[in-house]
Every structure is written in structure tokens, then in C-alpha cells.
């Protein structure tokens, strides 16, 4: 089957029941998705899918084709300047261990762009299937309030 991921195209040779998560980390070498619960419950796996935020331990591969796949490797521009949500996170300390950074950013711009980032609480409330076991929660807020701005001008 053929994967579309961060505007390249994979041709891999999958089990129909291998999902995005076990493609993306041992198929294609991407590994900034974390396998957290391998459950759908803790976020760390979370990639775009076609801009939607999407669990990639609950998502078959398989019905990934034909749509676009994007990781915490494919978010900054080839010059190497981060996205407005890396910056954010950067700037506003949103991590501490890192584990769950990548599901967290991932997460945080589905939650701009499909317009859930309006006030502190809708940011919460959208945010909250993507665990931080450091808690650093109100510091992921700040950030996903800055990188709106941002994302918003440009």
C-alpha cells in the first residue's frame, strides 16, 4: 500500500490490520508518535490526518491511503523554522519530559484550526484527550493561545 505522510509518499508492505501508529514508527522510521496506552485513551499518537486530529493506535493504516498523514517530523519548514505551535510550546515551557509533546502540538492545532481555541476552557475541554503525566497543563494552554494568534496572521 502506498502512505502519503508529511508530503512524501511510503510504498510499504503492511498486514491489513497494522495500524497508522506501527507503520509510521517501524515501518517508515517516523517515531516522534509515541505508543503510550495503544488504547486511544492517552493521546500521545495523535497525528493529522487530511488537518483532523486523529489517534493513529486506533486508525488502520490501510484506511489512511489516499489521505495526508501528518507528524511532529513534518511540522516544521524545510529551512528549519518551527511552527507557530513548536515555537509556542518552546517559548511557554508546555513540556517538561517530552513524552506526550508530540500528540500535545499535533493535538493543539487541530484544536485551532477547526476553531475550538477561542477561550482557555475550550482549549481544555478539546485538549483534554491528550494526557500529561508532568501536568503541565496551564502552560499548554498559554501556548495553544499564542501559536493561535500566530497561526491565525499567518
Same mark, same amino acid.
Given at each position: 500500500?502506498?502512505?502519503? *505522510?508529511?508530503?512524501?509518499?511510503?510504498?510499504?508492505?503492511?498486514?491489513?490490520?497494522?495500524?497508522?501508529?506501527?507503520?509510521?514508527?517501524?515501518?517508515?522510521?517516523?517515531?516522534?508518535?509515541?505508543?503510550?496506552?495503544?488504547?486511544?485513551?492517552?493521546?500521545?499518537?495523535?497525528?493529522?490526518?487530511?488537518?483532523?486530529?486523529?489517534?493513529?493506535?486506533?486508525?488502520?493504516?490501510?484506511?489512511?491511503?489516499?489521505?495526508? *498523514?501528518?507528524?511532529?517530523?513534518?511540522?516544521?519548514?524545510?529551512?528549519?523554522?518551527?511552527?507557530? &505551535?513548536?515555537?509556542?510550546?518552546?517559548?511557554?515551557?508546555?513540556? =517538561?519530559?517530552?513524552?506526550?509533546?508530540?500528540?500535545?502540538?499535533?493535538? !493543539?492545532?487541530?484544536? *485551532?484550526?477547526?476553531?475550538?481555541?477561542?477561550?482557555?476552557?475550550?482549549?481544555?475541554?478539546?485538549?483534554?484527550?491528550?494526557?500529561?503525566?508532568?501536568? !503541565?497543563?496551564?502552560?499548554?494552554?498559554?501556548?495553544? &493561545?499564542?501559536?493561535?494568534? =500566530?497561526?491565525?496572521?499567518?
Amino acid at each position: 500500500m502506498t502512505l502519503r *505522510v508529511n508530503g512524501s509518499t511510503h510504498a510499504v508492505e503492511l498486514d491489513a490490520r497494522t495500524t497508522l501508529l506501527d507503520a509510521l514508527r517501524e515501518h517508515i522510521g517516523l517515531t516522534g508518535s509515541k505508543k503510550g496506552c495503544d488504547h486511544g485513551q492517552c493521546g500521545a499518537c495523535t497525528v493529522l490526518i487530511d488537518g483532523s486530529r486523529e489517534l493513529s493506535c486506533l486508525t488502520l493504516a490501510v484506511s489512511s491511503q489516499q489521505r495526508e *498523514v501528518t507528524t511532529i517530523e513534518g511540522l516544521a519548514r524545510p529551512d528549519g523554522d518551527l511552527h507557530p &505551535m513548536q515555537q509556542a510550546f518552546i517559548d511557554h515551557d508546555a513540556f =517538561q519530559c517530552g513524552y506526550c509533546t508530540p500528540g500535545q502540538i499535533l493535538s !493543539a492545532i487541530g484544536c *485551532v484550526s477547526e476553531g475550538h481555541a477561542d477561550t482557555p476552557a475550550g482549549i481544555r475541554e478539546y485538549m483534554s484527550g491528550n494526557i500529561c503525566r508532568c501536568a !503541565a497543563y496551564p502552560n499548554i494552554v498559554a501556548a495553544v &493561545m499564542q501559536a493561535r494568534d =500566530q497561526m491565525a496572521g499567518g
